[in-house]
């Protein structure tokens, strides 16, 4: 059997559909319904995926519903930086050892990060 005739052919990868809804929902920049979310989603999902995956981002507490006549209007509860802050800050408090992971990630940034990194910690801690 090819890869285009494998079950899994064209199908996405985990959390890959959470990621488009939530970058739809962003661009939007204020809170939109399913129906508006999956004309910017790749694939052409079907309208009750798209609602089962805004469903799924709202019981994670990612995002907030409205009611909006007999539906929903969906908005992120952060901004992308935000969402991906919030992403390692979990990473941190679930990686183990906190000096080490600190350590493994700061060793591994691009000069150019190492240094705004820097000059945030020096902002941050002289407010």
């Known amino acids: 059997m090819s890869e285009q005739e ?3 052919a ?4 985990p959390g890959e559909l959470e990621s488009e809804v939530l970058a739809a929902l962003w661009a939007a920049g204020a809170p939109v319904g399913a129906g508006t979310v999956r004309e910017h989603v ?3 999902p079907a309208y009750t995926t798209v609602l089962t995956i805004l469903s799924r981002l709202h019981d994670k507490g990612l ?3 409205e009611r909006a006549g007999r539906g929903y209007r969906y908005a992120p509860v952060r901004d ?3 969402h991906a802050a919030a992403g390692m800050r979990d990473l941190l408090e ?3 050892d906190r000096a080490a992971v600190l350590a493994r990630f700061v060793s591994e940034l691009p000069e150019e990060d190492e240094k705004l990194l820097e000059q945030l910690l020096r ?3 002289e407010g």
């Not at 064209?10 to 990868?13: F, H």
Request: hydrophobic share 15%; charged share 25%; proline share 5%.
């Open 123 to 125: 902002g941050h801690t």
């Open 10 to 13: 064209g199908r996405r990868a």
């Open 94 to 96: 679930n990686g183990g």
């Open 6 to 8: 494998s079950p899994t």
């Open 63 to 65: 995002v907030t519903r």
């Open 80 to 82: 992308e930086a935000g």
């Open 42 to 44: 790749t694939g052409d």
